[in-house]
C-alpha cells in the first residue's frame, strides 16, 4: 500500500515563495516517477513539475520553467515543490502523485489520470494581494 502524505502550501502575496511536501517511503523516492499536479477552480488537473527519481530526468510546464523547483531529502523520504516568484494564477490545489519508474516524465506531466498512479491528498495553494 502506497502512502502519499503531503504538507505546506497556504497563502502568500504575488512574487512571495511556497513550498510544499511531499512525504513517501524509500521505494517511491528512488524507483519512481514523482510528479506534482494542480488544479484551479473551474479547471482541468494540469501537471506542472515531474521528476524521474533514477535519473533526475524533470519536465516543467513552461509556465512554471525558472520559478517552481523540484528537490528531495532522502533522509525524511520527501519530495518538495519548491515555488518562487509566485503569480495569482498558480492558485489552486497542488497534488503530488507517483507512478512506477517505466512512464516518461512528460507522460506523468501530460497524461497521467487521477485513477492511475497514486495520489496525496492534495495541499491548498492561494496566491493573493
Known amino acids: 500500500q502506497v502512502q502519499i502524505v503531503q504538507s505546506g502550501g497556504g497563502s502568500v502575496q504575488p512574487g512571495g515563495s511556497l513550498r510544499v511536501a511531499c512525504a513517501v517511503s524509500k521505494y517511491e523516492l528512488d524507483y519512481t516517477v514523482i510528479g506534482w499536479f494542480r488544479q484551479a477552480p473551474g479547471k482541468e488537473r494540469e501537471g506542472v513539475l515531474c521528476?524521474?527519481?533514477?535519473?533526475?530526468?524533470?519536465y516543467s510546464t513552461d509556465s512554471v520553467k525558472g520559478r517552481f523547483t523540484i528537490s528531495r531529502d532522502n533522509a525524511k523520504n520527501t519530495a518538495y515543490l519548491q515555488m518562487n516568484n509566485l503569480k495569482p494564477e498558480d492558485t489552486g490545489v497542488y497534488y503530488c502523485?507517483?507512478?512506477?519508474?517505466?512512464?516518461?516524465?512528460?507522460?506523468?506531466?501530460?497524461?497521467?489520470?487521477?485513477?492511475?498512479?497514486?495520489w496525496g491528498q492534495g495541499t491548498q495553494v492561494t496566491v493573493s494581494s
Open positions: 521528476l524521474r527519481t533514477t535519473d533526475g530526468t524533470t
Open positions: 502523485a507517483v507512478h512506477p519508474h517505466y512512464i516518461t516524465v512528460q507522460q506523468m506531466c501530460l497524461t497521467l489520470s487521477p485513477g492511475e498512479g497514486h
